[in-house]
């Protein structure tokens, strides 16, 4: 039975402790705080006002989505600009039932400008700490590599990052690829990624966004990830779909997302559904809500609704979510209880 839409409904599907996995923090630069931060930088915008900006958010495809994002990263400055968009969006998390967040960014969007990688990490690092304590929110960072640019040029982003592990260690546990997919298979960073893997990194990539299945079986194989981001074309490939059950690999879907930049034209043709009930591991996650206009309770309530995903299939979806979190299994027992308590099964 699909689940209902009310507000005793909305306020139970609030209530169940998440993991977001799939969040690009750049992506959760809204309209206002890029007019703030722009003001207080001295950066002119090429849009008049706030509404001019939602305008631009009108995108065909990932690329014309891609152009938007990094001219809007432009006004990120200083640790106060990272710091504050960090804790806008944790904010915003705690208030969808949000208990951990791996939050990903772009340093190489950032030092191309002349910011310091160094900036970058300590605005990000000081909201996680203080939402660990204040919001009741754990958290980690994934540096991710623009896989449009080269594997040298990742390889240099991952040396000047290195000598910050010590100060952000506890935070920074984990590497991603993300950015045009198109024509750029997973193999491009096979080298760097050995590296990242010999240094006790967690790794994940976007693959089968608007790729093929075989990026994702190239992220499986050749980068060795731990989890796949989006990978909803992983269905064209019946064989691999049984890969990614039988080996327990979770797919960091996001559903309005693939919605806005084309991936799929109705909510209800998402697959989803279909995913989770051939056995994947689905999590839903929100990627670029500022962009997207839905944060992560928006792409459960949308989701709901389309796929008439019932109450169990949505209590799988937030336990999928922390059980596939890089939280070491101690910590994720106590938000699972939490999970089944808020779900009714204690």
């Known amino acids: 039975?699909?689940?209902?839409?009310?507000?005793?409904?909305?306020?139970?599907?609030?209530?169940?402790?998440?993991?977001?996995?799939?969040?690009?923090?750049?992506?959760?630069?809204?309209?206002?705080?890029?007019?703030?931060?722009?003001?207080?930088?001295?950066?002119?915008?090429?849009?008049?006002?706030?509404?001019?900006?939602?305008?631009?958010?009108?995108?065909?495809?990932?690329?014309?989505?891609?152009?938007?994002?990094?001219?809007?990263?432009?006004?990120?400055?200083?640790?106060?600009?990272?710091?504050?968009?960090?804790?806008?969006?944790?904010?915003?998390?705690?208030?969808?039932?949000?208990?951990?967040?791996?939050?990903?960014?772009?340093?190489?969007t950032h030092t191309a400008r002349g910011v310091a990688l160094e900036t970058v990490f300590a605005g990000l690092a000081r909201a996680l700490r203080e939402a660990r304590g204040g919001l009741g929110i754990s958290g980690y960072l994934l540096l991710s590599f623009l896989r449009h640019l080269s594997e040298d040029e990742a390889f240099a982003t991952l040396e000047a990052a290195l000598p910050l592990r010590e100060a952000y260690g506890d935070l920074w546990i984990g590497i991603g690829l993300d950015s045009s997919e198109r024509g750029n298979p997973p193999e491009k960073f096979a080298r760097v990624y050995a590296r990242c893997a010999a240094l006790g990194f967690r790794l994940v990539a976007h693959a089968g966004e608007e790729g093929p299945p075989d990026y994702v079986r190239g992220a499986l194989d050749t980068l060795k990830v731990a989890r796949i981001d989006h990978g909803v074309r992983s269905s064209e490939d019946p064989a691999l779909v049984q890969e990614l059950v039988r080996r327990r690999v979770p797919l960091t879907v996001c559903p309005l997302s693939n919605l806005k930049l084309g991936v799929v034209r109705d909510l209800r043709d998402h697959n989803l559904a279909k995913l989770l009930r051939a056995g994947a591991i689905v999590t839903l996650n929100s990627d670029d809500p500022a962009y997207f206009g839905g944060y992560l309770l928006d792409n459960y309530i949308a989701s709901a609704e389309a796929l008439d995903l019932a109450r169990d299939e949505l209590v799988t979806l937030a336990a999928n979510s922390l059980k596939a979190s890089f939280l070491p299994h101690a910590e994720q027992a106590p938000l699972l209880d939490r999970l089944w308590a808020a779900a009714g099964r204690s």
């Open 1 to 108: 039975m699909a689940a209902s839409p009310d507000h005793e409904w909305r306020d139970w599907l609030r209530a169940l402790p998440k993991a977001e996995l799939h969040l690009h923090i750049e992506g959760t630069l809204e309209p206002e705080l890029m007019f703030e931060l722009a003001r207080r930088n001295g950066i002119a915008l090429p849009y008049a006002d706030v509404q001019a900006v939602r305008d631009a958010y009108r995108f065909t495809d990932l690329q014309s989505f891609l152009d938007v994002y990094y001219a809007g990263a432009g006004v990120l400055v200083t640790e106060r600009d990272f710091y504050e968009l960090a804790m806008a969006y944790l904010r915003r998390a705690q208030a969808d039932g949000v208990v951990h967040a791996e939050l990903m960014f772009d340093p190489q």
